[in-house]
């Protein structure tokens, strides 16, 4: 048998350390704007609810408490305007990731199936096809499959790397395009409360998927909105039955999140202030690295969503890899958009997710090579 590496693509981020290595050597230390980590405290509400349940000695149970469950129902309908769920139709996750890279598994999936995601996407729905050994496909176009169908589909709007938002039209075309054929359909929504221009839609707004979660999950992290990265909050909902398989497989792999985390995750979903608090802190370090970016001879594209800049000097300018060591050169270290596909050859992702000192020696050195 062999080992587990030789089924997966390389780790992208080992890649990144000869450049990560040279951007420390500045004389005014690293920008790491590589790897979209929050930076700011954890917001008080969620310090405060996971104290408060802190005296946890039993296990918790895989559904989720009725109360984390609710909150996820509330915040679903009073945010985002998604309807009609009930407490079977939503699962606390252990983060995101963990449940994107294993989710065909959990759905039996293997060789000779297939799976899309979007032509510039994060790694990990490549990696989750690799696990199972289903055949991957990475495309924007549904006439891209032919006579082929998914088992399952993947979106991701708003976008990482680009920050681009679908439209609803194109949501609904897909959600029916789906329905039609019988794929089911995971919509990756983690950026869903970071968009800057425009409005941004769950899959599961009524008036994308007609009131019915039928053939739908999304996929929700909180690690983003409120600084819970470290926490592991995240949730699935949708699909009725989808949802209960996924909970049989889950309780036998043990997996749970903790009791205190459920706690805070139910506490941060009814508290916006903290949201809209955090989402400022990032406009006004976009708003300043943008204009430092385009001063500079960048172009940004898409990015009106999501905790990143996608940024370029052109097809015809240099290469992902050429943006990542002229911007190491200045100390600035950021991801190349080879990392997410080749239709991220001449762009770079830079992350918005540093302090306000360290955005703005960003700035300053980007200043001075204009």
Not at 30 to 48: C, F, H, Q
Request: glycine share 10%; hydrophobic share 40%.
């Amino acid at each position: 048998m062999g080992r587990v590496s030789t089924r997966l693509p390389d780790f992208p981020w080992d890649k990144l350390t000869q450049y990560a290595e040279q951007a420390r050597a500045h004389p005014g230390g690293i920008v790491d704007l590589s790897i979209g980590t929050p930076v700011d405290p954890t917001p008080e509400v969620a310090r405060a609810a996971l104290a408060a349940a802190a005296d946890a000695p039993g296990y918790p149970v895989t559904i989720g408490t009725a109360e984390v469950r609710q909150a996820v129902l509330d915040w679903l309908a009073g945010t985002h305007g998604v309807t009609g769920l009930g407490l079977d139709q939503v699962l606390p996750l252990i983060g995101s990731k963990e449940f994107i890279a294993s989710l065909p598994t959990y759905l039996g999936l293997g060789p000779g199936d297939l799976i899309g995601y979007p032509a510039l996407a994060y790694p990990t729905y490549e990696v989750g096809a690799a696990l199972v050994g289903a055949k991957a496909v990475a495309t924007d176009s549904l006439t891209t499959f032919g006579p082929e169908t998914p088992r399952l589909l993947w979106v991701n709007s708003p976008s990482n790397p680009s920050g681009r938002v679908l439209p609803p039209e194109h949501l609904r075309k897909v959600v029916d395009w789906c329905r039609e054929r019988g794929v089911l359909l995971v919509s990756d929504e983690c950026y869903l409360d970071c968009v800057w221009e425009g409005e941004a839609y769950s899959v599961l707004h009524p008036d994308i998927c007609g009131g019915s979660a039928e053939g739908i999950l999304v996929v929700h992290s909180l690690s983003k909105r409120s600084n819970l990265a470290g926490y592991r909050c995240a949730f699935v909902a949708g699909d009725r039955e989808v949802v209960a398989e996924l909970l049989a497989v889950r309780k036998n792999l043990g997996l749970m999140m903790p009791a205190p985390q459920q706690h805070a995750m139910a506490a941060v979903l009814g508290d916006e202030a903290h949201v809209k608090e955090q989402h400022e802190r990032y406009r006004a370090r976009r708003t300043t690295l943008r204009a430092a970016l385009e001063a500079a001879g960048y172009t940004i594209e898409h990015s009106e969503a999501s905790l990143y800049l996608w940024t370029t000097r052109g097809p015809d300018g240099p290469d992902s890899w050429q943006l990542v060591a002229d911007l190491a050169a200045q100390g600035v270290l950021v991801a190349p958009g080879a990392f997410y596909g080749p239709a991220g050859s001449h762009h770079v992702r830079i992350a918005l997710t540093a302090t306000d000192e360290r955005i703005a020696a960003a700035v300053e050195r980007l200043a001075g090579s204009a």
